[in-house]
Each structure stands twice: as structure tokens, then as C-alpha cells.
């Protein structure tokens, strides 16, 4: 039995220093590179209707799209762990969907694989439309402002040249779970396939995670995404990189014992290694943070109602409906700070699959 967990780390080693080298190498042969922050914004954004109603404060959670957050969570035990969602943000600008759903090998490995799409819709495209005029907005003047490139007083763009661009993003994550001294650890493998326009990027990152409970009806976890930076290479063969965040969550369930009511509190914190922004809600050093907050009122485990705070500043609300074997949630999202943005509207489900399985099978 020893010789044969022996061999099983070993395993687990060998292919993580397989994915360390492969990122190694990948950094040093891209050497046209640069950092950006919003490379992997398709992993921020995502999420179903029940985490995004509590502002995806999901690092401590066992929610089934957790994983997102923090690979170290076990869904595999929660029956209803099939999860389906789609949002439509910004006034139905941007579209959405998710799928999750984890299983367990032959080995007894817990696995989970999620699948994320992002599609933006006629985007104008304002290259070469500018009737650079100058201030008089008449040609051949040799006025003030003609032919220098920018959008004076007096010009305009030629809207009847007007083209559009689509853009789509496909995600795609594979996350493993094991025990170790009581401490639950993940690691994830995640992939990003991106299109805009006539272009095309790929790329690849690495996630770890940790979670233990300490305490009764409590949790803790912790996670760092793209610990070894990030990389989307395009078609131009440019690299995007990414750097590294931390973050640390913690969860907290109340029931009351007289009524059939149950309090989930949660709160995480990120923090982005030597990156700042105006919108950090805090900073140490060079690097820059954000909090989210959420929390969930479950009445005899069949009708929830949520709140939350996201790390964008986001708030939202929410609502969710339980069976046996299925449950269907709602979440509005409004940004405060633009209301001009419009709201986010989530509609998410999660069913247990033996259940669908044998209804197909009927």
C-alpha cells in the first residue's frame, strides 16, 4: 500500500515538473512579450447565477463551479454538481455560458472540467474612417489640425465605410483534487482559445489551491492563479503574460435551531502581485487588492435568497429555487459606479447527472 502512494506522488511530481518546464520554455523561446492585466478576463468573469449573487466569493465555498476559484474543491460529493449558466452583461452586449461537471476516474481521482465561452457581437471597427479635414471640416485647406491623425473640432468619421468585428473566447480548464494531512490541494490546468477579428491567440496558465475546515461548519481556503505566469501567444507573435494573483477566502454556515433557516457568510481577498490599479480596493507595496462579500439565506434547503459584492465593485442579489435533484438560480448584477454600463442578468442550473442519465435512459 505504502510503495503504491509512493509511486502515485511520484506520478503527480513528474507532471508537474513536466508543466513547469513546458512554461520555462515557453517564456524564453517568446521573447516579444509584455504584461497585461486583462489576458485571462474570460476566468474573472465567469461564474452561475448562485456564486455571482454572492459577489463569487467562492475560494471557501463548495459551490460547483468553485473550481473556478480555487481547484482544492470537491464537488464530486455534492449530487447536484452539473452546472449550466449564461449571462448577458452590459445591456446584452456581451453573451456568456458555462458548463461544469466533475467525475472520478478509475483510480478514484476527482477530476473537474469546465467549459467557458465569451462572445462580443459587431464591434465597430473605426480604422481609416477619419475625415481628417482639419477644423474647418473642408478638404485641401491646409487648415489647422489637416492630416495630423487625430479627431479634431470640425471632423467627423465616414460611417457609410463603417465595417464590425466579432469576438470569441473559448476556456477551457481541467482540475484534480487530492488529500494531503488533512488538507484538501487542487491543481488546475487551464487553456484559453481567443479570436478577435482577423486574429487568433492561444494560451495556456497554471492554478493551485488549499482548503481546510478548522472549525465546525467553517472553511478556509487559499489559491494562487497563474503561478507561473499566464501566457497567450498571437498570431502576430506577440505574448501576453499575466501575473500572478493570491487569494485567500473563508466561509461560515449558522443554523438556527428552532426554524429550518441556514446563514452562509463569506468573504475572500485578492491580492495582485506587483499590480495596481485605480480600482484596487487596497494596496501593499507594489501590489494592488480588491475584497468581495456574500451571503446566503437558506430556507429548509429549497428556497435561497443571496447578496454580494464583487471584487469590481459590482453588487448583486439573487435568487434560488431547490429539488431533489435540481435546482434553477437567478442573479442581478448592477454596476454603480456606470450605471450607463446597464445590468447583469445570470440564469444558471444544476442538476445530478445520475439522475438525467436515468431520465434519458426512461
Excluded: C
Amino acid at each position: 500500500m505504502k510503495n503504491s502512494q509512493f509511486s502515485i506522488v511520484n506520478l503527480k511530481g513528474g507532471i508537474l515538473k513536466y508543466i513547469l518546464t513546458l512554461f520555462l520554455l515557453f517564456n524564453i523561446l517568446f521573447a516579444q512579450s509584455g504584461w497585461t492585466k486583462y489576458g485571462w478576463q474570460i476566468y474573472q468573469n465567469a461564474g452561475d447565477a448562485r456564486s455571482i449573487a454572492m459577489g463569487n466569493t467562492a475560494i471557501a465555498d463548495d459551490n460547483g463551479i468553485s473550481v473556478l476559484w480555487n481547484p482544492a474543491v470537491n464537488t464530486v460529493e455534492n449530487y447536484r454538481n452539473l452546472t449550466y449558466g449564461h449571462q448577458s452583461r452590459f445591456a446584452g452586449i456581451i453573451q456568456s455560458d458555462l458548463i461544469s461537471f466533475p467525475f472520478n476516474s478509475k483510480k478514484d481521482r476527482t477530476f473537474n472540467i469546465l467549459l467557458l465561452h465569451e462572445s462580443v457581437t459587431k464591434i465597430p471597427n473605426t480604422q481609416n474612417l477619419l475625415l481628417d479635414w482639419g477644423l474647418d471640416g473642408v478638404p485641401n485647406t491646409g487648415d489647422i489640425g489637416e492630416n495630423n491623425g487625430y479627431l479634431d473640432e470640425g471632423e467627423r468619421l465616414d460611417n457609410e465605410d463603417m465595417s464590425y468585428f466579432n469576438q470569441h473566447q473559448v476556456g477551457i480548464q481541467l482540475s484534480s483534487q487530492f488529500v494531503i494531512n488533512e488538507f484538501q490541494l487542487g491543481v488546475a490546468v487551464k487553456s484559453l482559445f481567443h479570436t478577435l477579428g482577423d486574429h487568433f491567440g492561444s494560451g495556456i496558465g497554471l492554478d493551485i489551491g488549499m482548503g481546510k475546515s478548522f472549525w465546525n461548519n467553517s472553511n478556509i481556503g487559499f489559491s494562487i492563479h497563474n503561478l507561473i505566469p499566464g501566457m497567450i501567444v498571437w498570431d502576430s507573435g506577440f505574448t501576453e503574460l499575466s501575473k500572478p494573483s493570491i487569494l485567500v477566502g473563508i466561509s461560515q454556515a449558522v443554523s438556527l435551531s428552532k426554524v429550518p433557516i441556514e446563514l452562509i457568510m463569506l468573504s475572500d481577498v485578492i491580492l495582485n502581485v506587483s499590480d495596481q490599479s485605480l480600482s484596487d480596493d487596497f494596496h501593499f507595496g507594489s501590489s494592488g487588492g480588491n475584497w468581495r462579500v456574500g451571503a446566503e439565506i437558506s430556507y429548509n434547503k429549497k428556497v435561497n435568497i443571496r447578496l454580494g459584492r464583487s471584487q469590481y465593485g459590482f453588487y448583486s442579489t439573487g435568487l434560488g429555487i431547490s429539488w431533489t435533484n435540481f435546482e434553477l438560480n437567478y442573479a442581478y448584477q448592477l454596476n454603480l459606479k456606470s450605471i450607463d454600463l446597464g445590468t447583469n442578468h445570470v440564469i444558471s442550473f444544476t442538476l445530478n447527472p445520475k439522475w438525467l442519465i436515468n431520465r434519458v435512459k426512461q
